[in-house]
C-alpha cells in the first residue's frame, strides 16, 4: 500500500507544513457578514429604590449574542478546521442538495443527474508519490497553499456526496462559483442521507483565482479512526488538490474517480490480507 499512517478525529485534518499563502480573486457571495444580534431587555425597575441591592441596575444589562446564519454554521467550520481551512470571513456554505444552492446565491443546476466523462483529464492528475511526476513533499506544499488561501477567501462553497455508484463520501471545498461549478458538481454527486457534518472519505481543495497557477494531483493515505465500540481499524482516505483561473470541472471529477478507484483497490487488499491472517489462527 501507499499511505501514510496518520491519526483520525472527527473530522480529518491534514499536517503540514504552514506556508505562506497567496491571495486570490475571491468569488462574489451573498453572505450577509453581519452578526445577528439578540438584545436582552433589562429587567431593572425603571425608578431606583434605596431599599434594593446594588447589584440590581446591573441585572438585565444590554448584551449581544452571536447567532449562527446561511454561511456561518459552527459545527460545519469545525469540520472545515479539521479539513484545514478555516473560514476566516464566516462565510462557508455546506451545500447537500439544490436547495443549498438558493441559500448560497446560486444557481440551480441545468440538468441532474449529470454525468461527466473525464476520461481525458484522468492522465492530468497523478498520484502523489507513484510517479517522479508529483511526488509527497510538492504536493504537501501545494496542498498547505491551497488551504492558506480558501481560509482568506470571501466565501467558500461546499458540496458533499457520494461518488456515483458508490458509498464514498466526497466534501469539495473551493471559493469559486464561475461558470456554474458548484452547481454542477451538486448534480454530479449523488445525494447522501441528511447527517451531521463529519469527515469524507474524498476531500478536494479547489482554488480559483485570477493569480492562480495551474496544477492538479491527489494522494491516498492510510488513517486510524475510531469506531462506536471504541476500537480502532485502519482506513485509506484521498485528497484531491485542484487549482487554476478557472478550475475545470472534469479535472475535479478525474480526481475523483482515482480517489475512489484507489480506496476500493485498498481496501480489497485489506480484506484480503484479513482473511489471509484469519486462516492461518
Not at 125 to 152: H, I, N, R, W, Y
Not at 159 to 167: D, I, L, N, Q, V
Not at 222 to 230: H, I, M, N, S
Request: aromatic share 6%; glycine share 6%; net charge neutral.
Amino acid at each position: 500500500m501507499r499511505f501514510l499512517l496518520r491519526a483520525a478525529t472527527l473530522c480529518r485534518g491534514q499536517s503540514s507544513k504552514l506556508l505562506a499563502s497567496r491571495p486570490v480573486a475571491a468569488a462574489s457571495n451573498n453572505c450577509n457578514n453581519n452578526t445577528s444580534r439578540r438584545l436582552f431587555s433589562s429587567a431593572a425597575p425603571a425608578a431606583a429604590s434605596s431599599n434594593l441591592p446594588p447589584s440590581i441596575p446591573r441585572v438585565g444589562a444590554a448584551t449581544a449574542f452571536p447567532d449562527e446564519y446561511p454561511g456561518q454554521n459552527y459545527i460545519f467550520n469545525w469540520c472545515l478546521n479539521a479539513d484545514g481551512v478555516t473560514p476566516l470571513k464566516k462565510c462557508a456554505f455546506r451545500i447537500t442538495k439544490p436547495l443549498d444552492l438558493k441559500v448560497a446565491g446560486l444557481e440551480l443546476p441545468k440538468s441532474s443527474p449529470l454525468k461527466v466523462n473525464a476520461k481525458s483529464d484522468r492522465s492530468k492528475v497523478p498520484e502523489a508519490g507513484m510517479t517522479d511526476a508529483l511526488s509527497f513533499e510538492t504536493f504537501d506544499e501545494v496542498m498547505q497553499q491551497t488551504k492558506d488561501s480558501l481560509s482568506l477567501s470571501d466565501a467558500l462553497y461546499c458540496p458533499e456526496g457520494h461518488a456515483p455508484s458508490t458509498k464514498f463520501g466526497v466534501r469539495v471545498i473551493t471559493n469559486s462559483s464561475e461558470n456554474n461549478l458548484v452547481s454542477d458538481l451538486v448534480a454530479y454527486l449523488e445525494r447522501m442521507p441528511k447527517r451531521q457534518p463529519k469527515s469524507q472519505s474524498v476531500t478536494c481543495y479547489v482554488l480559483g483565482g485570477s493569480d492562480c497557477e495551474e496544477f492538479a494531483g491527489y494522494a491516498i493515505e492510510e488513517v486510524e479512526e475510531q469506531k462506536e465500540d471504541g476500537s480502532r481499524e485502519a482506513v485509506s482516505v484521498a485528497t484531491v488538490v485542484v487549482t487554476g483561473k478557472k478550475p475545470s470541472l472534469k479535472r475535479i471529477v478525474a480526481g475523483i474517480e482515482l480517489s475512489v478507484e484507489g480506496l476500493e483497490a485498498d481496501a480489497a487488499e485489506r480484506a484480503e490480507k484479513k482473511k489471509a491472517e484469519e486462516k492461518k489462527e
